[in-house]
């Protein structure tokens, strides 16, 4: 099982050591990325990528990322809560792959994985932070995301209370059976593929209105216009 995770700190509090004993019990080949120390550029909104992602000023920085993301079976994205978000190193590598949403040029390995949203915050806000990651999950295409979150009411792991830490545990265990569980088995949801459906309807109807001319070259040649879907071949 190959697992990218990708943490939006880059020390290693809470949110590493939870994400840590998720790790630890799925075994496999982890890559593991921190934000900011492993990709720190901010996107500046030059709208390049939507036509060609090459053309992104950060796109030989993001390219070990986003091969690893594509490569993984299971991709965790884990941050600490930040006034009630992810923090702003990781809301800015998801930004980086906007061009990646249903809605212009999804990636189809992104349709088979799981993945796992991670926060942590020391009473309240983790909602927010995990819809923060889970939002780009979900657009990108991935049909099994988790999600945990935890207040830990401590600003550092040793702060944490031991019955805390049990309790921690014990989720870390269910969520990775349940991982092990489902993996190569995938099912495609219903809001998956409603939001494709959604997408594949201004494509037919708007045409090159609803999009750029990468995005529709994209959906044309994977035949996603007519009865492909990124989770089904139907024909070349
Ligand atoms: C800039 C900043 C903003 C924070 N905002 C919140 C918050 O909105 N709600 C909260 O409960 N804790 C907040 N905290 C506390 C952290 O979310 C909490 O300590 C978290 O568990 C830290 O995770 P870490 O140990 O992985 O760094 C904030 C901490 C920092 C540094």
Known sequence: MKITVIHGQSHKGSTYHIARMLTDRLGGEVTEFMLPR???????GCINCFEDETKCP??????????????????????????LHATGSMKNLLDHYGWRFMVHRPEEKMFSKQAVVISTAAGAGMKG??????????????????????AVFSTDWEGVAPGMKRKIEKSMDKLADKIYKTQGQVKVGIKTKGLF??????????????????DMRLWMKKGWIDKNRPWKKVSN
């Open 38 to 44: 492993d990709f720190s550029s901010y996107c500046c």
């Open 129 to 150: 932070a995990i819809k923060d990651m889970s939002d780009s999950l979900l657009f990108w295409g991935v049909p099994k995301i988790y999600k945990y979150g935890a």
């Open 58 to 83: 950060h796109y030989a920085n993001l390219s070990p990322i986003t091969k690893a993301l594509d490569e993984a079976d299971v991709i965790i994205l884990a941050s600490p809560t930040y006034v």
């Open 197 to 214: 459906h959604a997408v594949r309807t201004l494509r037919v109807f708007l045409g090159k209105d609803s999009c750029t001319e990468a």
